[in-house]
T-cell receptor, first 114, second 109 residues
Framework: SQQGEEDPQALSIQEGENATMNCSYKTSINNLQWYRQNSGRGLVHLILIRSNEREKHSGRLRVTLDTSKKSSSLLITASRAADTASYFCATDYRYTGTASKLTFGTGTRLQVTL | SQTIHQWPATLVQPVGSPLSLECTVEGTSNPNLYWYRQAAGRGLQLLFYSVGIGQISSEVPQNLSASRPQDRQFILSSKKLLLSDSGFYLC????????FGQGTRLTVV
């Protein structure tokens, strides 16, 4: 399956530091998305970057995409304790029709300590 | 605005018992609907998706089935649960971005 793989699996940093997570995928994509999951909850969409974009910003989030290397990174600047969560990348390739099949990676567990 | 409801939040079921998890979406019509399963500490596995009433596509052969009896209703079922069916089940809707319900924690004992 076209599954992304996040790296590292777990990351522990102190509040105020930056957190960088990486994602690799296998085949051509339409877009790549990052989601956040608080423990035991559903996923929340953070940011989407299209295959023809190289960088995108949203608040303290910065996403890069390198389609030649089939990789993406998520940078969270000036992290806060509330950023503690699991972060997933999801790649999208379109089946016939309108359904998008989002394939998720295994996630990075981020722990931000005071 | 659109909302998605998924219930129950937690469920403990004995092996061999049936299962029915329900998901409904409000505020949109003809949504693409998805069921995912997440094993403990793992990523999400797409189980089923639907682009319309009665149209179900299965991603992984397994002990589960899905149905879409109404436009904004998506049901995940099993006739006889296995221990391996335990996990965190998530319903989602969307075309490009996915909007997730809060999930159902299923424990088969």
């Amino acid at each position: 399956s076209q599954q992304g793989e996040e790296d590292p699996q777990a990351l522990s940093i102190q509040e105020g530091e930056n957190a960088t997570m990486n994602c690799s995928y296998k085949t051509s994509i339409n877009n790549l998305q990052w989601y956040r999951q608080n423990s035991g909850r559903g996923l929340v969409h953070l940011i989407l970057i299209r295959s023809n974009e190289r960088e995108k910003h949203s608040g303290r989030l910065r996403v890069t995409l390198d389609t030649s290397k089939k990789s993406s990174s998520l940078l969270i600047t000036a992290s806060r304790a509330a950023d503690t969560a699991s972060y997933f990348c999801a790649t999208d390739y379109r089946y016939t029709g309108t359904a998008s099949k989002l394939t998720f990676g295994t996630g990075t567990r981020l722990q931000v300590t005071l | 605005s659109q909302t998605i409801h998924q219930w129950p939040a937690t469920l403990v079921q004995p092996v061999g018992s049936p299962l029915s998890l329900e998901c409904t979406v409000e505020g949109t019509s003809n949504p693409n609907l998805y069921w995912y399963r997440q094993a403990a500490g793992r990523g999400l596995q797409l189980l089923f998706y639907s682009v319309g009433i009665g149209q179900i596509s299965s991603e992984v052969p397994q002990n589960l089935s899905a149905s879409r009896p109404q436009d904004r209703q998506f049901i995940l079922s099993s006739k006889k649960l296995l221990l391996s069916d335990s996990g965190f089940y998530l319903c989602a809707w969307g075309t490009i971005r996915a909007f997730f319900g809060q999930g159902t924690r299923l424990t088969v004992v």
